[in-house]
């Protein structure tokens, strides 16, 4: 006659009941009554069996449900687990799209400040342009103002010079009057009949005397006239180049001042767009900057919800490792027990053991303690 063993373990719903009763309960596990019959015996082990069924039915359907809807989980979102550690392979794309916007986003950022660095330059460009015309502006006013001097000196001097003709015309009238009375005086002095013969040198000829006078002197004031007149004229002539030189140079500055004029009107027209538009780039870089910053703290909360769900999956699964180990310890506990119990079916002896475990407040086994009992078929 063989002797066997068999370890039984408590039943889930009894491992609870236990572990209410305290963290020092000492429970002790028998498998048949020991003043009963073989009847009882056999029922409580078919109770017992049934029971273990039963639970080991029930975990299996709910460790196929769990893992059911762990596969359904993975099925959803994509990711799966590749030697226990989360696949990421799905979020590299999205990860690279995000880095070549950023990228492209920095290399926008970098152009529109390139684009305001150069229509700062131009702006302080046209400033030293609009300065410089601005100088050259008051210089050509200040030569015409110097030149309008001159043309009033001018002026004033031809106004003398007409003057001094006037005079030198009425002083030809005077000396021309003066010499026709002084003539006819003289003519009418030597026009009496008084005959006087002296003995004497001839005596010289006073008309002829004069006559050569009168024709010098009209060949000297001839010559005086056609002299001032000469200089007058030249004089004119200077006079009228240099008030049409200052007048072509009145109208060539007032031609430079218009067209300063609208260069100035131009270039501030130019200034006030070039400042528009920075202002608009300005709030353009700071609109793409919140628009990608809102962009990517959104991308972090995802990855940090992800993150933690599965973390709370690895928890899942460890749970249900944890579950399923236990199962199979029950399975093997339970085959030992079904041999067991197909032994004494077949009339072979058996040794019950009793185990005595100490729980503690967490459920865990603090020590243990084996009993054998020795009982023999009834024949």
């Known amino acids: 006659m063989h002797h066997v063993?068999?370890?039984?373990?408590p039943a889930p719903g009894q491992e609870e009941h236990l572990q209410a009763l305290g963290p020092q309960a000492t429970v002790s596990h028998s498998l048949t009554a020991q003043g009963g019959g073989e009847k009882e015996t056999m029922q409580n082990l078919n109770d017992r069996l049934a029971s273990y069924l039963s639970k080991v039915h029930a975990l299996e359907e709910a460790n196929g449900?769990?893992?059911?809807?762990?596969?359904e989980w993975y099925e959803k979102f994509g990711p799966h687990t590749v030697g226990g550690q989360r696949d990421y392979s799905k979020y590299y794309a999205i990860i690279e799209d995000l880095r070549n916007q950023i990228t492209a986003a920095s290399v926008d950022n970098a152009s529109i400040i390139l684009q305001i660095d150069n229509a700062r330059l131009a702006a302080d460009d046209f400033r030293l342009k609009y300065e410089n015309e601005?100088?050259?502006r008051r210089s050509v006013e200040a030569d015409i103002n110097g030149l309008?001097?001159?043309l009033d000196e001018l002026a004033l001097s031809k106004s003398d010079l007409e003057m001094q003709i006037e005079s030198l015309h009425?002083?030809?009238v005077y000396l021309k009057k003066s010499h026709e009375e002084e003539i006819k005086h003289l003519q009418g002095t030597t026009s009496g009949d008084v005959n006087v013969e002296i003995n004497a040198a001839p005596g010289i000829d006073l008309t002829t005397l004069l006559n050569k006078m009168r024709a010098?002197?009209?060949?000297?004031?001839e010559h005086n006239r056609k002299d001032a007149e000469t200089w007058f004229n030249e004089k004119s002539k200077e006079l009228n180049v240099q008030i049409n030189v200052s007048a072509e140079e009145t109208s060539t500055n007032k031609s430079q001042i218009t067209e300063l004029r609208r260069t100035l009107q131009a270039l501030e027209i130019e200034l006030k767009s070039q400042l528009a538009m920075k202002q608009s780039l300005e709030a353009t870089l700071a609109e793409t900057e919140s628009r990608y910053c809102t962009q990517l703290s959104q991308i972090q909360g995802m990855i940090s919800n992800l993150e933690i769900q599965v973390q709370q999956i690895r928890v899942d699964m460890e749970c249900q490792n944890a579950e399923y180990e236990q199962l199979l310890d029950i399975k093997i506990r339970l085959e030992n027990e079904i041999e067991t119990y197909r032994r004494l079916l077949d009339g072979e002896g058996r040794v019950i053991k009793t185990i005595i475990e100490d729980l503690d407040e967490h459920g865990r086994v603090t020590s243990s303690k084996v009993q054998s009992i020795e009982e023999r078929p009834l024949r």
Not at 5 to 9: F, I, M, R, W, Y
Not at 65 to 71: A, G, P
């Open 65 to 71: 449900d769990l893992e059911h809807k762990i596969k």
């Open 5 to 9: 063993g068999a370890s039984v373990c």
């Open 148 to 150: 309008r001097k001159v």
């Open 134 to 136: 601005m100088y050259l």
């Open 216 to 221: 010098e002197y009209e060949v000297l004031a």
């Open 170 to 172: 009425e002083e030809i």
